[in-house]
């Protein structure tokens, strides 16, 4: 009779002690094809930046050690004072300031990857301050605005959301840069390129870069920085070129008074006959405090009126052009790849 209880208990105990076991081989093997996933996941990851490491060369390699810069020396320009901050926190301070942080998550990490883009090819080329990397204006190097500055000029409700964005705009690009054969690119960008973009001769004259061509973008128009315009009276008009001109002379009675003389071939104005003088579109541009030199003049009695297509140089990634192609479909590479011609995105 006790070995028949003996026996009736270690059944129960088998019975009962099966499922226990069987479920908790259940749960360690569902957890451990979990932790697979997750690996699968990191050697794809993993996969993906040996294959970018290997579409570059040793040269790059070399040149381009992100570890190198974890920190930079910004300059502030109201103080002259410089400040040495993390990259990345650094380039929180510029994508929030540089981009509306209303424009699609996927335009705002191609901001991320072109500011940091910039940012290294400052600290690798650039030669505009003596005692650091890069300063904090847009008409210089880049915009940055500090965290506590940036929240305070968004509404209290939108202000988690915007700055998660941002967040997620840099560290999910964490690292990487846009290289052309191997070389970090002189990454520029702009606001609106009223559907074609410039070549940086176009601007600035000089040589072209192979990875700054015009190319055409849809949908800039749909953006309040495609098109605006300037009314001048002719002695405003008069006394603006004056103060760079103290030869200038112009006879308003005479038609051709005002002459586009030559176009770029992004269809932007290079040279304008005014007066006696033979002026650069970028200099009417900064003169006349026109958005970019996309600008077409009409006179209407005593005004000239200058309706102006697009904002900024024009030259690079056009950020509404970028916020477009998003809306498209285009993601951060995707974008990257459209503005900068042959180039490549690749882990540092
Ligand atoms: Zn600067």
Redesign the pocket.
Known sequence: MKRIILLFIIFLVLVFMIPTVFSQKIVESSAKAEIKEAEALESEDNQQKSDEDSGTDEINKENYDYKEYTTIKL?H?NDNSVQELPLDEYLLGVVSSEMPATFEQEALNAQAIVARTYTIY?IKN?R??EE?D????SS???AWINKEDRLAKWEENVREENWNKIEKAVYSTKGKIITYNGEVIDAFFHSNSGGMTETPAGVWGGTNYPYLQSVATAGEDAYDQYSSEVVLTKEEFKNKILESHADFSIDFSKDNCIQIAEYTDSNRVKTVKVGNLNLSGVEMRTLLGLRSTNFTFTMEGDNIKFEVIGYGHGVGMSQTGADSMAKQGSNCEEIIKHFYTGVEVVNM
């Open positions: 300059l320009k400052m650039g505009k301050h650091a890069i300063c904090d204006s210089c190097c880049q």
